[in-house]
């Protein structure tokens, strides 16, 4: 491609609202413009890189035996009556009506479609397993949509359906899609993690996110260096600690504690250690008794509420109880809760459960208590695990410490079980003549997405670093006063015409614009070869080539240039 | 492709709601399944040959130096309101709110968001002229969507926008489009016509359609078998007869016409040709005094909408007149109307304005008027052309005569001039170094329906008939029995692998279905070229050929097959 003929429009500066690093790139690069919150056009740039990603997946899935179908993006509420998704998804599921008054959705996925395509069309286990996909432009009503491609409202998804005669063919077909995941991420020259999420209200041990390493990533991803453990922070377990709890050693005493209601006032007031302190969390019960439920967590440590959503006892979605309920259960105002004295359900994390000489809040308005023992002040507590882990734990596969990255979710699957067929009547007819439920799995790719989480990874002070794959032109020529000289001219126009017989995607920058606007566009755009060639080097005969990455030119041979550079391709 | 890794659904029947012939032959061959009224999923077939499609427009739209990007499904009301399309667009514009209440489109097509981006970013004439499209899921909310594909709410379009530095520029712009259009076309292997089209409020007089010819079309197109002159309905000129008016040969005279309303009520009640009537129809005018205008054109001519809204005086848009106002008027209930005594303002169509001695309504309930003559009964009208042309008009060009044909509009040009540019006040600077408005054009593909329109075209009872250039596969392998026969499983999968090594798209129907199923198929589906191979062929070392419009099937020499298909694409 000739720039000339192309749409280059770069920006010395982000939009004001840009708040990430990934989006003032993608806009000053001009890879795309902002139409309304979370809505962007693709502009050319941007365009030809979103292709080279949807051609790998598609590739890719193609490949794992996976059949595109097309799922519209307009959707009749009925289907989403359903299976109840309908009324339980909230405000981000963008509901409207037609001119004839009929509700509709824009699709956030296809679960209801496509399930609904399976009950027409898979009528035998002969034709199983299928897994159907489609690349299509999907929309969630974010409420602060943010982040650019990262969390946009419209967006480009790739999403996956398996259909599976039994749980342990479903579970062939998730191990595919896995494995046709890690391809994917692979030939696009990311570093990734793939981690065991949890299922949510879905159940099931199989769910995975692919996340793409970056300090700026929104999820914090668990592993442990020394094993292939790697999970999310809502998953991860935190293991017990290998001691006992020791006996007590201090007998239970009030505290008056005027105005302190944080742990790190807790701590400051009675200059303690704050591995000593106990930190409590109150979430509504479930019971018919109204009794809120405490948590108990070390005043150092974080509740997981997705762990602490499942507990028995515990409402369904977790709930933090209200001020009023609080003070009715246990006589007191946040800031002052303990175990002590209260009548109703005490869950406490494995870490706490083998604290002795704990602190605690007194369920008395600015007073605490030190020295409390389970068993001794008040009785003994269920003990879970409710808490994020934290750098140093213990992996849970015993084989050395957890360490935390960020992470930004690119891909998911997830094995679905019947959920989705047994709510939308979905059946085949198996060997033995009878109708039974479709095992099913379900697997996304952000495609969009992919764009700003390889940037947020590759980028630096002069602009985006982007790998070969996702290159929107893998080579980019740069000539030094084209117009001017027919030597720049000639050379220049020679290694194109020489690159593109090869078939390498590269851009000859022919723009009459100042060899500093072009080479600065180049590290901006970040294409990642690069070739300048000006008059002054060709009298030596020579051209310079940099990568993207590299600290400085390097000074090629003219006539070995092609050559050159179809090397740094592996050709 | 292997059809056992492919997804092949036939069905006997179409459902019962489908309503022309490409509609059930699609559903029968599995292309597309309704998800809702015009709402439809491209199943894996389907989706193979939208996809031809898309690739020949967006190679020849590369080709002509258009700028691929993608504008966002959902836009934002208020770029709309700028135009005042908001407002001015009837409920086919699919309007909604967001969760913040924010009013958006779900756009039919983009010429507010490509201005805007134009006005973003193309500051200078130097970097005019620019053509951006894009291929991007539309929706309009039709009032009564039918014809499968082609009358859908959700589709495939590819739009373009150019944006040029004059009108001359823009002519340029146009010329280059409707270029690429034929080309586009000509390569689909589809029989069209372009035919120049109304410009309607916009004026001008740039406005062409494609029309792919076939019996089953909703437009109707005017041309001249004796010329290149085409035009539709719409547009096509009535030339005012040869001859001049006669003399008037009788006296006006009152005739009884109990009961009769229609123009064949009166031919039968006078038993006079229907060349002599005159046929009164009556539109609200835009004038103060309220009279509705009286157009007249003869008995056996159809009015011209399109014609009579331009006309002056008429209400824009055209309304006929209500009884009570036509009452208020003429005295008279319609099917009695006519010109004398009429005080408003009269247009009489240019065949009418020739006729001596026509028979007219009364303007009194059941009387009608014969020997009526202008100028002498009642005054001179206006002539002007408001009358659909008819077969065996003289072409406006004088080179013959006017046929007619149906047609399918699958691509529109159109020459937009300043319209949008000036409503969002979209200029860039000049070479004198003042800002002017973009001077534009817009071009449409009905992508997906072409599909449709492809069908309706070509078709017999067994089924579909690709074209070469748009078949899901172009050739088809069928083996007789190749589970049990050795040597039928190695010539399919030779000829299959030899085929694909020259890039042909083959496709290998290995399914285990019974011969009949497998032949039928075929032909529904309708590949272009389908080779079947057998048990008793291979045994005197031959296979069947056949093009899916042949006759018959050819024998082919095993050895020979080959070749012989290459040699029909044409290689």
């Known amino acids: 491609m000739r720039a ?94 037609d001119r004839h008054d009929r509700d509709f959705v824009i699709q956030p996925t296809s679960e209801e479609v496509v399930t609904d395509i399976a009950r027409g069309e898979l009528k035998s286990y002969r034709q199983l397993p299928k897994n159907f996909y489609q690349i299509q432009t999907k929309f969630r009503d974010e409420r602060r949509p943010r982040f650019g491609v990262m969390r946009g409202r419209e967006f480009t998804m790739k999403d996956a359906y398996s259909f599976d005669r039994s749980a342990e063919a479903a579970g062939q077909s998730y191990d595919n899609m ?87 006032d807790l701590v400051a007031f009675l200059d303690c250690p704050v591995e000593q302190t106990v930190k409590a969390v109150v979430v509504e019960g479930d019971g018919e008794d109204g009794l809120p439920v405490l948590l108990l967590v070390r005043g150092d440590h974080e509740l997981n509420e997705v762990k602490a959503g499942k507990l028995a006892g515990v409402a369904s979605p ?101 959920k989705y067929s047994q709510e939308m009547n979905a059946t085949f007819l198996d060997d033995d003549g009878k109708p039974k439920f479709f095992e099913m799995g379900c697997y996304g790719i952000g495609v969009s997405r992919i764009l700003g989480a390889a940037i947020e990874q590759n980028f630096d002070e002069r602009g985006i670093i982007w790998t070969d794959a996702l290159a929107p032109f893998t080579v980019v020529i740069v000539p030094m006063g084209m117009a001017r000289s027919e030597a720049v001219r000639e050379a220049a126009e020679g290694l194109y015409t020489t690159l593109k017989a090869q078939g390498v995607d590269v851009l000859l920058d022919d723009r009459e614009e100042r060899p500093g606007v072009l080479l600065a566009d180049s590290e901006l755009i970040g294409y990642p070869h690069r070739v300048v060639i000006g008059d002054r080097g060709l009298k030596e005969g020579k051209v310079e080539y940099r990568h993207r990455r590299d600290e400085a030119s390097t000074d090629v041979a003219a006539a070995d240039i092609a050559a050159f550079v179809l090397g740094k391709l592996g050709r």
Chains 1, 2 share one sequence.
């Open 178 to 264: 896995f494995a046709a995941y890690r391809r994917i991420f692979d030939r696009m020259g990311l570093t990734y993690r793939a981690v065991a999420a949890d299922t949510g209200a879905i159940g099931g041990d199989r769910s995975h996110e692919f996340q793409v390493i970056a300090d700026t990533g929104e999820d914090a991803i668990v592993y442990c260096p020394a094993s292939d453990y790697a999970a999310n922070i809502e998953l991860a377990e935190a293991v017990a600690p290998a001691h006992a709890r020791p006996a007590p050693g201090a007998a239970m005493q009030k505290v008056s504690t005027p105005g302190v209601k944080t742990i790190a």
């Open 4 to 97: 000339s003929q192309f749409f280059i429009s770069t920006l010395k500066e982000a939009p004001g609202d840009a708040d990430i690093v990934s989006q003032k790139l993608m806009l000053r690069a001009g890879m795309i413009r902002k139409v309304a919150a979370g809505v962007y056009t693709w502009m050319p740039m941007g365009l030809r890189t979103l292709r080279k990603v949807e051609a790998i997946v598609r590739e890719e899935m193609d490949r794992a035996g996976a059949i595109e179908v097309t799922m519209p993006v307009v959707q009749p509420a009925v289907l989403w009556q359903e299976t109840g998704r309908w009324d339980k998804m909230g405000d981000e599921l963008l509901r409207f009506k």
């Open 318 to 418: 977790l709930a933090f109880a209200t001020p009023d309920s609080i003070v009715a259960a246990f006589g007191a105002n946040p800031g002052s809760l303990g175990p002590v004295g209260f009548k109703g359900k005490v869950y406490a994390d494995r870490t706490v459960a083998v604290m002795a000489d704990m602190v605690t809040g007194g369920n008395e308005d600015d007073v605490h208590l030190t020295g409390v023992n389970f068993g001794r002040d008040c009785p003994e507590p269920v003990v879970v695990d409710i808490r994020n882990v934290v750098v140093g734990d213990m992996s849970p596969d015993g084989q050395g410490e957890l360490a935390i990255q960020r992470g930004i979710e690119v891909g998911h699957v997830f094995y679905l079980g019947t």
